[in-house]
């Protein structure tokens, strides 16, 4: 309940559900689902991305 009711209020959920309260783009981990909700990349196409995408860069994500 607690993401339902920041999102219908026009705020970030918080950090402290399963979902955590922002999406982040990163490298590292197993290759298994262990991210939270963040967007995983292998370490050499994060390193990849860094060198061509500003910090700050707004990005849209879109279901399949």
Request: aromatic residues 4%.
């Amino acid at each position: 309940m607690a993401i339902v009711e920041s999102i219908e209020q026009g705020k970030s959920p918080p950090q402290n559900t399963k979902l955590g309260g922002y999406i982040c783009i990163h490298g590292g981990g197993n290759g298994k689902n262990w991210t939270d909700g963040c967007i995983a990349l292998k370490n050499k196409d994060i390193t990849e991305l860094y060198k061509i995408v500003r910090i700050g860069t707004p990005v849209i994500i879109l279901p399949r």
